[in-house]
């Protein structure tokens, strides 16, 4: 069984489009995370949701905006994409916050034209 | 504020060697510390943890210890295989201005030869 998942796992589209990416997971975790990895591999936090609740916004633009219909679920909107944000986007989820374990998604890939 | 300093990489070893790669972080309070790896192409999977100072953490003959006084957690294996080949993050999780969330390192890429 597939603990944290997201779709789609590639995404290419043109700039000022926008697109959805949706992650899942069926752990019973409280709370949920979207990172954003570069072409460097640098990992950084964008969003943390507890419960539902946003609790972390990263000084991410506005264009992004997460979504968390209930507890399992936190999907991640983009408003006119640009190049830059062409990255691998990875969906995590842990028990609580702080130092629990974070178990990742496999990534969603987007290249942006 | 809260960081995390590992070695850049590329790491190339021959297969049975000795890897260590350093992790050093900055953090107020006492964070828990991790070693995550990413095989190519996949998520990141937890390989190890540590919650408090001195605490070992080990998993598939990786280790790393908790050091407070030198505000490390480097990652070592006796003898790596072709199949360790992969990007390991440290990071922090849990303290000061990560308490909700983990802060990584850079990544380390390790090449494994046969």
């Known amino acids: 069984d597939t603990a944290v998942s997201q779709t789609p796992k590639y995404l290419v589209t043109q700039m000022g489009n926008d697109k959805s990416i949706k992650c899942e997971q069926n752990l019973g975790h409280d709370t949920m995370y979207w990172y954003k990895q570069d072409s460097k591999k640098f990992l950084k936090i964008m969003f943390s949701y507890n419960n539902k609740e946003l609790i972390i916004n990263e000084t991410v633009p506005n264009r992004f905006s997460p979504k968390s219909p209930d507890k399992a679920h936190l999907n991640l909107h983009i408003n006119s994409l640009e190049l830059g944000d062409s990255a691998v986007y990875f969906c995590?989820?842990?028990?609580?916050?702080?130092?629990?374990?974070?178990?990742f998604g496999p990534g969603t890939r987007l290249t942006v034209l | 504020g809260d960081s995390v300093t590992q070695m850049e990489g590329p790491v190339t070893l021959s297969e049975e060697a000795f890897l260590t790669i350093n992790c050093t972080y900055t953090?107020?309070?006492?964070?828990?510390l991790f070693w995550y790896v990413q095989y190519p192409g996949e998520g990141l999977q937890l390989l190890l943890k540590?919650?408090?100072?001195?605490d070992k953490g080990s998993n598939k003959g990786f280790e790393a210890t908790y050091r407070k006084e030198t505000t490390s957690f480097h990652l070592e294996k006796g003898s790596v295989q072709v199949s360790d080949s992969a990007v390991y993050f440290c990071?922090?999780?849990?303290?000061?201005?990560?308490?909700?969330?983990?802060?990584f390192g850079t990544g380390t890429l390790l090449a494994v030869q046969p």
């Open positions: 540590a919650t408090k100072a001195d």
């Open positions: 990071a922090l999780g849990g303290a000061g201005g990560a308490t909700n969330k983990l802060i």
């Open positions: 953090a107020t309070g006492y964070p828990s």
């Open positions: 995590a989820s842990s028990l609580r916050g702080g130092g629990d374990t974070q178990y």
